[in-house]
């Protein structure tokens, strides 16, 4: 791997990292040589997957977080920077995709998707920034949206589309204040991934031009780990505000 490519040293936090589209950015930030921290609700999930990157040569560590709880994204991040050093990268993957059409939405459903689809990624973009700007070398923060935010959209997606439409705007606005502190801020629209998340969905079966199958095939966890590791890399120093859409080619279809 080129130095253009190389995140040797450098501490990637990614939320969500224990299985499904957050274990592929984790393998693939881990074989870049970064130092890869899994934060994830489920401790002993996460515990599994950082020993799994161990035994393949990298180096990575755990943290249990949950991204809906404030105090515990403080508490996450200040250990997170105490025990690793300061993120570099922070990969927002954590989320819920559940389905509910909107005739029968109901606002706790609303409220739990938005808790964790885009207040979680505001408050640990918010913590992790606070520690890269303190540490003055600069960052990458990583939003995971949806292609749904394109057109790949199912039955169903109302709340989850807009609760990934919150992470453009969040995009948008915080490339803008950190760009000062040489922090650019990025997202990846992933098309469809079959992950254990995604085949476990509950709702309305997922019917909708988001069923078609894209030219290139359906993406894999380590295909959105590509994009994550070029605008995490020293490659793409000068890419800011982007919407990245890793879809398989679905929107030419």
Known sequence: ???AFSLSGRVALVTGGA???????????GEAGAIVVIADIDEAHAAQ???ALRAAGCEAGHIQLNVADEASVQRGCAEVVKHYGTPWALV??????????LLDGTVAEWDRVMTVNARGPFLMSREVARAMV???????????????????????HAIYASSKAALLGLTRA?????????????????GGVATPGAIAAQGPAPEGPGRRMPPLGMCSPRDIGAAVL??????AAKVTNQNF????????T
């Open 1 to 3: 791997m080129t130095d």
């Open 134 to 156: 303190a540490g003055g070398n600069g960052g990458r923060i990583i939003h995971i949206a949806s292609a749904a935010l394109i057109g790949a959209l199912t039955q169903g």
């Open 174 to 190: 915080s490339a803008l204040e950190l760009v000062g502190h040489n922090i650019t801020v990025n997202t990846i629209l992933p």
């Open 92 to 101: 927002n993957n954590a989320g819920l995709q559940d389905r509910q059409l």
């Open 49 to 51: 997957a950082a020993e």
């Open 19 to 29: 299985s499904g589209i957050g274990g592929g950015i984790a393998e693939m930030l």
């Open 245 to 252: 859409a890793v879809d398989g080619g679905w929107s030419i």
């Open 230 to 235: 070029f605008l995490a890399s020293p490659a």
